[in-house]
C-alpha cells in the first residue's frame, strides 16, 4: 500500500504563483475542527525515563536491603510480585471472555495490564536481589526479564498503530484523508514562506521513499522523526523570519507575532507527524504482529517458570 502525497500538494493548495507574489497576504489560519494527536517520541522518552529511575531505585533497594528472598520481607515481596505479574492477566481475559466485557470499558484494564507490567518485575528485582540460589529461580528471573523488555516494545509499537494508548487504530485511509486536509490548510504558508513550503514538500516526498523501503533501510525508518523534527526546526526559522519583517513592516506587537508563528508552527507540527505517520504505519502494523507471535509464548513461559518455582520454593 503507497503512502503517496501528490509531489507539488503545497503548491496546489494555492492557485497563487510564487513568482508573483507581491506582498504577503498575512491571514490567521481557518479554524480546524479539533482532533486527537499524540506525541509518541517524546511520551516514550518520559516512560523510558521513568521507567529507568524506577528500576534504578529497585536495584538500589535490592543492593542495600538486609533481607534475603527466604527471609518474611522477601516472602512477602516475591508473593507481591506474582501477584501483580497475574494482575497482567486482567487485559487478555477481558478481551476474549464476554462476561468480563460486561465489568466496563477497556481502558482500566489496559492501564492495570500497563502498571502492573513495570511494577510486578521491580517487586520481584527487590524479591530476589539478584541473588539466584537455584536453576528453577534463575529460569524464572530470565523469563520475567524478557516478558518486561518485550512488553517495552510491544508499547512503542502499540503507539505507533493507535491514537493514543488505547483510541482507534489508524489506517491509510484516514491518514491520507488528514494529510490532505494538513494540505489545504497550508496554502496561507505559501503567500508568506515559500522556502518553509518546499521543505515539507521535500518531506512528504522522502517519507514515502522511506516508508516503501520499510526495514530495507531501518535507519533511515526508524529516524524518521527526527528528521521531522529538523525539518519542523527549519521551517519555523523561516516562519519567523519572514513573520518577523512584516511585524516590523505593520507595527505589530510581540503578542500579535508570537499569536501568529505560534498558529503556523502548530499547522506544521501537524501536518510533520502526519505525514511521518502515513509512511511508517504498515511497517509498524507489521512488526505489532510479529511482536505478539513472540510476546504471547514468552507470558506463558513466565507463567510456567513461575508456578515451579513457587513451588519449588514451598516443597524444599
Known amino acids: 500500500m503507497s503512502a503517496r502525497i501528490p509531489p507539488g500538494a503545497?503548491?496546489?493548495?494555492?492557485?497563487?504563483?510564487?513568482?508573483?507574489?507581491?506582498?504577503?497576504?498575512?491571514?490567521?489560519?481557518?479554524?480546524?475542527?479539533?482532533?486527537?494527536?499524540?506525541?509518541?517520541?517524546?511520551?516514550?522518552?518520559?516512560?523510558?525515563?521513568?521507567?529507568?529511575?524506577?528500576?534504578?531505585?529497585a536495584l538500589f533497594g535490592a543492593a542495600a536491603g538486609r533481607w534475603?528472598?527466604?527471609?518474611?520481607t522477601g516472602y512477602w515481596l516475591g508473593v507481591?510480585?506474582?501477584?501483580?505479574?497475574?494482575?497482567?492477566?486482567?487485559?487478555?481475559?477481558?478481551?476474549?471472555?464476554?462476561?468480563?466485557?460486561?465489568?466496563?470499558?477497556?481502558?482500566?484494564?489496559?492501564?492495570?495490564?500497563?502498571?502492573?507490567?513495570?511494577?510486578?518485575?521491580?517487586?520481584?528485582?527487590?524479591?530476589s536481589r539478584l541473588e539466584f540460589g537455584s536453576l528453577n529461580a534463575t529460569v524464572a528471573f530470565l523469563c520475567m526479564a524478557l516478558v518486561a523488555?518485550?512488553?517495552?516494545?510491544?508499547?512503542f509499537l502499540y503507539g505507533r498503530i493507535h491514537r493514543g494508548m488505547h483510541g482507534e487504530h489508524e489506517t491509510l485511509a484516514?491518514?491520507?484523508?488528514?494529510?490532505?486536509?494538513?494540505?489545504?490548510?497550508?496554502?496561507?504558508l505559501l503567500?508568506?514562506?515559500?522556502?518553509?513550503?518546499?521543505?515539507?514538500?521535500?518531506?512528504?516526498?522522502?517519507a514515502e521513499a522511506v516508508g516503501a523501503a520499510g526495514l530495507a533501510q531501518p535507519v533511515p525508518f526508524?529516524?524518521?522523526?527526527?528528521?521531522?523534527?529538523?525539518?519542523?526546526r527549519a521551517c519555523?526559522?523561516?516562519v519567523r523570519r519572514v513573520l518577523g519583517a512584516i511585524a516590523a513592516t505593520e507595527g505589530w506587537s510581540r503578542q500579535r507575532l508570537e499569536r501568529r508563528v505560534a498558529r503556523r508552527l502548530a499547522l506544521i507540527d501537524v501536518h510533520l507527524r502526519c505525514v511521518q505517520r502515513l509512511a511508517q504505519l504498515a511497517v509498524f502494523e507489521r512488526l505489532f504482529s510479529w511482536w505478539h507471535v513472540l510476546h504471547v509464548p514468552l507470558f506463558w513461559l513466565l507463567v510456567a517458570s513461575a508456578i515451579a518455582h513457587v513451588v519449588a520454593v514451598h516443597m524444599y
Open 10 to 57: 503545497f503548491a496546489a493548495a494555492s492557485t497563487t504563483m510564487m513568482g508573483t507574489i507581491v506582498a504577503p497576504v498575512v491571514a490567521e489560519p481557518a479554524p480546524r475542527p479539533a482532533r486527537t494527536r499524540s506525541r509518541p517520541r517524546s511520551r516514550d522518552g518520559l516512560v523510558l525515563l521513568a521507567v529507568g529511575l524506577l528500576l534504578a531505585a
Open 68 to 72: 534475603t528472598p527466604a527471609s518474611d
Open 80 to 127: 507481591a510480585g506474582g501477584v501483580s505479574m497475574l494482575l497482567l492477566l486482567a487485559y487478555p481475559l477481558r478481551k476474549r471472555v464476554r462476561a468480563i466485557r460486561a465489568w466496563g470499558d477497556a481502558r482500566p484494564f489496559f492501564l492495570v495490564h500497563m502498571a502492573m507490567g513495570v511494577v510486578g518485575p521491580l517487586l520481584i528485582v527487590l524479591h
Open 149 to 155: 523488555a518485550s512488553g517495552l516494545v510491544g508499547r
Open 174 to 188: 484516514n491518514l491520507r484523508k488528514e494529510a490532505v486536509t494538513d494540505t489545504a490548510a497550508m496554502r496561507d
Open 191 to 206: 503567500l508568506l514562506a515559500p522556502e518553509a513550503v518546499a521543505r515539507l514538500d521535500a518531506f512528504a516526498n522522502r
Open 222 to 232: 526508524f529516524l524518521l522523526g527526527f528528521a521531522a523534527g529538523r525539518e519542523r
Open 236 to 238: 519555523a526559522a523561516e
